[in-house]
């Protein structure tokens, strides 16, 4: 069972960059998925999340710092889960971590952790 993100890496302030999350070992779809991100700041921070495929709308929800930016979504033949990230600012520096979770919405505890990527914004 894993996790891996890709996608992270350096971008002018403005610029957009897309993670992407792909699951081995496990359905995907049968998960809520969550983006995550921690390096400097103090506590592990929830930027997006979305539902399970499973008897869902696919709902979605943001950090207020993200949203109108960011865009989290899932594609169930590919296993896979993206966060689009538009009009990058400085702040949004950090290691992103992908996370899934069988029951519940978005928390600190998930079943499933990636190893993080990490987007720099910078001129």
């Known amino acids: 069972v894993q996790l891996q993100a890709s996608g992270g890496g350096l971008v002018q302030p403005g610029g957009s960059l897309r993670l992407s999350c792909v699951a081995r070992?496990?359905?995907?779809?049968?998960?809520?998925i969550g983006w995550f991100r921690q390096s400097t700041r103090e506590e592990r921070e929830i930027v997006a999340c979305?539902?399970?495929?499973?008897?869902?709308?696919?709902?979605?929800s943001y950090a207020g710092s993200v949203r109108g930016r960011f865009t989290i979504s899932r594609d169930g033949d590919d296993n896979s889960a993206y966060l689009q990230m538009n009009n990058l600012k400085p702040e949004d520096a950090d290691v992103y971590y992908c996370?899934?979770?069988?029951?519940?919405?978005?928390?600190?505890?998930?079943?499933?952790w990636g190893k993080g990527t990490l987007v720099t914004v910078s001129s």
């Open positions: 979305i539902a399970s495929n499973t008897g869902s709308d696919g709902s979605a």
């Open positions: 070992g496990f359905f995907l779809s049968r998960y809520t």
């Open positions: 996370a899934a979770v069988r029951y519940g919405w978005c928390k600190r505890r998930m079943d499933h």
